[in-house]
């Protein structure tokens, strides 16, 4: 009798924890792609050539995203150019080098933490250390988000060079390698993976990030190259689109950014994971 | 004569003490023997002997070792240079992830040497000197990883030879390999000793018996009993050696 009624209610509790996950999972995936479908239906329709390839003229009262378009990649790339060597030279440094390991772990706290830290506070920083002595640019905005993703690239750079087995640091060191060859040979491409993992997760983050920019690349449209760009104030495709919604009500031009961000969110995401199957491939070899 | 010659050597991890008071001459041309229980000092010993001991945080070693004569710890020796002349194969087979040809090179091309007609020569050499060059030959340029795990530890070996050493130290170098790949490494060790002297520890006591001149027998960080292997297996003159050898303990 106890026994029957006990597992009769358990079985009904069982059923009701199934539906809820189930109406979770469904909610969740509703979500996503309404807001997909929504941002796409909404963008998609407004992004022209001619959106894509001119400026911004009061003249025609026309609206192109070309110099945000060209602004992201700059700050895309001067970002990782000066990222990377930093991120990845203080990994190696802390796994191969450093000896204090109570000092490595502070750092490793730190580095988490950091990255936990809101944007916005970085824009904050990044404006009093940056714009206020080279002035608003894509620059200082660069430098911002250099502070900002040195964490990124030093974790995924640290967690993959503890990846590379132990046994081939000694195979090295046994043939008489020195420590720098042992890095440069056998551990390096060991962690390239984690490398460019770590830049993808960066890429992603710079082309997402706005509050940061906004205190300190400003907000300008004009089509420079690389060298004048870096120099000048200039809006990335993120900013671009808080601008023309907020303060100029151009909606359908804003629908069109967002949705050629989703799109580029999707492809990095992509890029990820098509990677770390890439290299688990090679590492099961 | 002695290629290697440690006088009261005594090794900490820490506050261990994981070897006391070793004394021993390592006798030049001819295969030397580790065994004793498992943790009983033999794979520390044997690093010790090409300092990468060195790479263990928190090791203290005291007491005199010398290789040729010189002290191995002194200022003027150069520890890349060390394990170059005392080469080392591992317990479990590492090589690179590179190609074949790429992993019997490192070492070659570690020490400066570019020379392609050069370094073609010592890879050659090295293979068959580890009696693998049969076997990939015609795949020189394919990855290591591919290998089996007898095939990866002849490959170590070849890596080993080709910085042309005068000491090669191997710890347990068939504990991970099928009986085959065993006794073809076995086979190949006993030639090895006409070029080189061999340090090799083993957990087999019939492999001792089998490859060994000389055997050192460690108990608890203690180097019990040395002796040619014959002596030390058929009178072992201390009744811990007498019952390791006959399987009462290990
Ligand atoms: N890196 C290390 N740190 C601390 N203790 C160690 C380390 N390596 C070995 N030991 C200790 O030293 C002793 C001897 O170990 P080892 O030389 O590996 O023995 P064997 O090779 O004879 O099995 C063991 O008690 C082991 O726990
Ligand atoms: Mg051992």
């Known amino acids: 009798m106890l026994k029957q009624s006990l597992s009769k209610k358990r079985k009904g509790y069982e059923v009701l924890m199934k539906a ?7 909610l969740t995936a509703a979500l996503v792609l309404f807001l997909l479908a929504y941002v796409l239906v909404q963008g998609v329709p407004n992004i022209t050539w001619e959106l894509l390839s001119t400026k911004p003229s009061y003249l025609t009262e026309r609206i192109g995203i070309l110099p945000d378009i060209l602004n992201t990649v700059y700050i895309v790339l001067a970002t990782l150019l000066i990222v990377l060597p930093l991120g990845v030279g203080a990994a190696i440094y802390l796994t191969e080098y450093a000896s204090n390991q109570k000092v490595v772990g502070i750092i490793e ?95 992603g983050r710079i082309i997402g990030e706005s509050a940061a920019l906004l205190f300190t690349a400003g907000f300008a449209h004009a089509v420079n190259g690389i060298i004048d760009g870096l120099a000048a104030p200039g809006a990335t ?49 | 004569m002695s290629m290697i010659s440690v006088k009261d050597m005594c090794l900490w991890y820490g506050e261990h003490q994981a070897l006391k008071n070793v004394d021993i001459e390592i006798p030049e041309n001819s295969i030397t023997a580790l ?22 945080p928190g090791v203290k070693i005291t007491g005199d070792i010398r290789y040729e004569g010189t002290d191995i710890f ?20 590492n090589p690179f992830p590179m190609s074949i040809y790429d992993n019997v090179a490192y070492g070659p091309r570690t020490h400066g040497i570019t020379n392609r007609v050069q370094l073609d020569e010592i890879v050659e050499r090295a293979l068959r000197d580890a009696a693998i060059w049969d ?48 006794s073809r490494i076995e086979e190949l060790v006993t ?38 292997t014959d002596d030390i297996f058929s009178q072992p003159k201390d009744q811990r050696t007498e019952d390791y050898i006959t399987g009462r303990f290990g």
């Open chain 1, 20 to 26: 809820m996950m189930l109406l979770s999972v469904g």
């Open chain 1, 109 to 203: 706290y730190a580095a988490e933490t950091l990255s936990g830290i809101p944007s916005i506070i970085y824009g904050l920083v990044g404006m009093l250390l940056f714009s206020n002595s080279m002035g608003t640019c894509l620059m200082a905005g660069a430098l911002t988000l250099v502070i900002m993703n040195l964490p990124t690239i030093m974790r995924t750079t640290q967690e993959s060079l503890k990846t590379v087995p132990q046994s081939y640091r000694e195979g090295a060191f046994g043939l008489g390698a020195g420590k720098w060859r042992v890095v440069r040979t056998v551990v390096l491409p060991g962690c390239v993976d984690g490398v460019i993992t770590g830049c993808i997760l960066s890429v």
């Open chain 1, 237 to 285: 495709l993120t900013v671009a689109l808080y601008v023309y919604a907020k303060e100029q009500g151009e909606f359908g031009v804003a629908f069109a950014i967002a949705a050629i961000l989703m799109v580029l969110t999707v492809l990095i995401n992509f890029a990820a994971t098509l990677v770390q199957k890439h290299f688990a491939k090679r590492r099961s070899l």
């Open chain 2, 35 to 56: 065994i004793g229980p498992s943790g009983c000092g033999k794979s520390t010993f044997l690093k010790t002997l090409n300092r990468m001991n060195d790479l263990i």
């Open chain 2, 74 to 93: 002194s200022k003027e020796v150069d520890v890349n240079n060390l394990r170059k002349e005392i080469g080392m194969v591992f317990q479990k087979p």
């Open chain 2, 135 to 182: 076997e990939v030959k015609d795949r020189l340029k394919k990855n290591a990883l591919g290998m089996s795990g007898g095939q990866q530890q002849r490959l170590c070996i070849a890596r080993a030879l080709a910085v042309q050493p005068k000491i090669l130290l191997m710890d347990e170098p068939t504990s991970a390999l099928d009986p085959i790949s065993t």
């Open chain 2, 191 to 228: 030639e090895l000793k006409e070029k080189y002297t061999i340090v090799m520890v083993t957990h087999n006591m019939q492999q001792a018996v089998r490859v060994s001149d000389y055997t050192a027998f460690f108990l608890l960080g203690e180097l019990v009993a040395f002796g040619k």
